[in-house]
């Protein structure tokens, strides 16, 4: 049964499905609705809520940083997440991160000069967008008393409750992983922060059916993006953006799409900044899977699946879903943090796509690996999925769907330590003969190789290939 809410509880969860639409307390601890089994939802009585009548109001928290919560760059946006009270808030500093113009990716994409910005959240502790949300799972587990938390992982989100739960000391930690199916520069922040790492003989989406079953039976917190808590933080990308911008909404935010977290934030977001009246329009969103994981453009682009105001057409999911698995066909992708075949937000996603007139695209391995060393040349080192969004942009910009004078956000979620050996492998492959990791992910060529350059160990040589 759903809880009675009146009008004095600023927060409430809310099941994402209008023609369910029942609500619980934030002090139960759910990840889907009892009652229909769809996802859920941080609501908001916003006439309960401080929100100040300006977004240019949050800068004041620029001259009190010495302020933890003010400090953060997720809670000194902390109105327009009002879940949770100021004393349980877990912060480790998260979200200092920052949007810059780059008139090199802005080249390759063929946008006009001074139109093409990265918003790096490689910069994060964990260095991924994850601890984003991770602050606001964490801050909810601690309100609720939780002793143990889980997810499952391509690489960031364990890395990210790892790091949350040895700093701040919160609770146990145990990560599902796919077996083979993670960097290891991801798998190291876990080991190296503590965390139990259960290695699945599977994937992403066997790790995460399983996390889903473990929880549930032993009352172990989920950190997953299926957590609304989660969504809430992460929310606060779309804030920096706008603050980097002036609070001038982009015409374009183009995100990597994996388990489709970020995008359904940032829709969540950007509406209800419109609701409140703090931004005069919505700009339009493109979510970029790799085509080795390319789920939401095939049942976006393709066959026509729509959020329709809540009437999403399940069975076409489960058609596709079915299908897939005949197939036998796994995700399958340099781009390992967007490695997945069921999203677990997908229908949030869909919203998302509602809310901003988005577009859904996909992109090659050749394509992401060309993007990423373009941004590298600007000066970001970013992980292969990150590099998504600068290839989406480019294919919808050959395509007119962006035009020249847009300005465009493109969204870099995690550093390019995460996946060092995906760099090195582009970069060292000869001419004619690709990297056998590249090859082995059916890329038949790179674009912009920066080769290292053997020599002897003689300065006169050293100096001829100076000259």
């Not at 999203?343 to 919203?351: A, E, N, Q, T, W």
């Not at 480019?394 to 996946?419: F, M, N, Y």
């Not at 090195?424 to 912009?448: M, N, R, W």
Request: aromatic share 6%; glycine share 8%; charged share 20%.
């Amino acid at each position: 049964m759903s809880t009675t809410l009146t009008k004095t509880d600023a927060a409430y969860q809310l099941c994402m499905s209008p023609q369910c639409a029942a609500t619980f307390g934030i002090d139960e601890i759910l990840t889907t609705c009892p009652e229909c089994g769809n996802l859920l939802d941080l609501s908001y009585n916003w006439d309960q809520v401080a929100v100040p009548s300006s977004l240019r109001d949050f800068e004041a928290r620029w001259s009190t940083r010495t302020n933890p919560l003010d400090f953060s760059g997720v809670w000194r946006f902390r109105e327009l997440i009002p879940f949770a009270p100021e004393d349980k808030i877990v912060t480790i500093g998260e979200g200092q991160t920052i949007l810059q113009q780059s008139d090199r990716v802005g080249q390759f994409v063929d946008v006009n000069s001074g139109n093409l910005h990265l918003q790096y959240e490689g910069l994060n502790p964990s260095g991924s967008f994850k601890d984003n949300g991770m602050t606001g799972a964490s801050t909810h587990a601690r309100m609720m008393g939780a002793k143990a938390a889980a997810c499952a992982s391509t690489g960031n989100t364990s890395a990210s409750l790892a790091i949350y739960a040895s700093t701040a000391q919160l609770f146990e930690v145990v990560v599902f992983v796919g077996s083979g199916k993670i960097a290891f520069g991801k798998l190291s922040q876990a080991l190296d922060f503590g965390a139990k790492t259960i290695q699945i003989q599977g994937d992403f989406d066997d790790a995460m059916a399983q996390v889903r079953e473990v929880c549930g039976q032993r009352s172990i917190y989920l950190c997953n993006s299926v957590n609304p808590f989660r969504l809430e933080g992460q929310k606060s990308t779309i804030y920096r953006v706008l603050e980097g911008l002036n609070w001038e909404p982009p015409d374009w935010i183009v995100v990597p799409g994996g388990n489709l977290g970020n995008s359904s934030a940032f829709g969540k977001a950007l509406r209800e900044l419109k609701e409140l009246r703090l931004i005069d329009r919505i700009p339009r969103m493109a979510v970029i899977n790799a085509a080795g994981a390319n789920s939401l453009y095939e049942l976006h682009e393709e066959r026509g699946l729509r959020w329709n105001n809540g009437d999403v057409d399940d069975a076409l999911i489960e058609s596709f879903y079915d299908e897939m698995d005949r197939a036998e066909r796994r995700a399958s992708t340099l781009a390992t943090a967007i490695e997945i075949n069921r999203p677990v937000s997908l229908k949030r996603c869909l919203r998302a796509l509602a809310i901003t007139d988005g577009v859904v695209r996909q992109v090659s391995d050749e394509q992401i690996l060309d993007a990423k060393a373009q941004i590298g040349g600007g000066g970001f080192g970013c992980e292969p999925a990150s590099a998504a969004s600068v290839a989406g942009a480019k294919q919808l910009r050959a395509e007119g769907v962006i035009a020249p004078s847009d300005r465009v956000v493109c969204i870099l979620t995690g550093h390019q330590l995460k996946d060092p050996n995906a760099t090195v492998a582009y970069h060292s492959s000869e001419a004619g003969a690709i990297d056998a990791k590249l090859s082995d992910a059916g890329v038949d060529s790179v674009a912009f190789p920066n080769r290292p350059v053997p020599v002897e160990n003689e300065i006169e040589k050293i100096l001829e290939i100076l000259d």
